[in-house]
């Protein structure tokens, strides 16, 4: 799809210059630290995608509110890095921090929280925590009824998830309702 290991050479340019002509805690050098996080994560070198995420996320803690959305999002990617990593645990704590900033930041029907709660369910789906993720995913799917049309990939996505716990669950009868 996209051509990584070019947009990765001009992130890293990008990163450079900025390292060059602005001070450490820069939100242009943020940025760019995302960024080439960003393409890492994508081509699937997590060690290298967390050590740009972490980079990002310590100038944003020096220099963002801790309840700043922008702080949040970085704590939600480094919870992605350790989710695709079967670290649960850890991304668990990513992912929850992630949530108490956007909670704290952003509208109670926004998107990114109903994001973070499906996040978050799915973590506890993978840890076999059953009514834990469904109280994440009940949360995510609500959130979601009201922001975007019945017709969107992200709320068939949260039936579909809701559906699967009930039938983890064993019951059926819930399960089918949502299908």
């Known amino acids: 799809m996209g051509d990584y290991s070019r947009a990765l050479q001009f992130h890293e340019k990008c990163v450079e210059i900025?390292?060059?002509?602005?001070?450490?805690?820069?939100i242009d050098l943020v940025t760019s630290y995302n960024n080439v996080g960003s393409i890492y994560y994508n081509?699937?070198?997590?060690?290298?995608?967390l050590e740009f995420y972490e980079?990002?996320?310590?100038?944003?803690?020096?220099?963002?509110?801790?309840?700043?959305?922008?702080?949040?999002?970085?704590?939600?990617?480094?919870?992605?890095?350790?989710?695709?990593?079967?670290?649960?645990?850890?991304?668990?704590?990513?992912?929850?921090?992630?949530l108490e900033g956007m909670k704290n930041g952003l509208p109670t029907n926004h998107i990114?929280?109903?994001?973070?709660?499906?996040?978050?369910?799915?973590?506890?789906?993978?840890?076999?925590?059953?009514?834990k993720a469904l109280e994440f995913y009940k949360r995510s799917k609500e959130i979601f009824k009201t922001v975007l049309p019945s017709s969107h990939s992200y709320l068939t996505t949260s039936?579909?998830?809701?559906?699967?716990?009930?039938?983890?669950?064993?019951?059926y009868t819930k399960a089918f309702k949502l299908c």
């Open 43 to 49: 081509i699937g070198d997590y060690m290298k995608a």
């Open 55 to 98: 980079k990002s996320k310590k100038i944003k803690q020096e220099t963002l509110p801790l309840n700043h959305p922008d702080l949040a999002t970085s704590y939600n990617n480094i919870g992605s890095i350790y989710d695709d990593l079967c670290d649960y645990l850890k991304a668990l704590v990513f992912y929850k921090k992630s």
């Open 159 to 171: 039936y579909n998830s809701i559906g699967s716990i009930y039938h983890e669950m064993g019951d």
């Open 18 to 26: 900025a390292k060059k002509i602005s001070l450490s805690n820069d």
């Open 112 to 131: 990114d929280l109903a994001i973070s709660y499906n996040n978050i369910g799915s973590v506890y789906e993978d840890l076999d925590d059953y009514p």
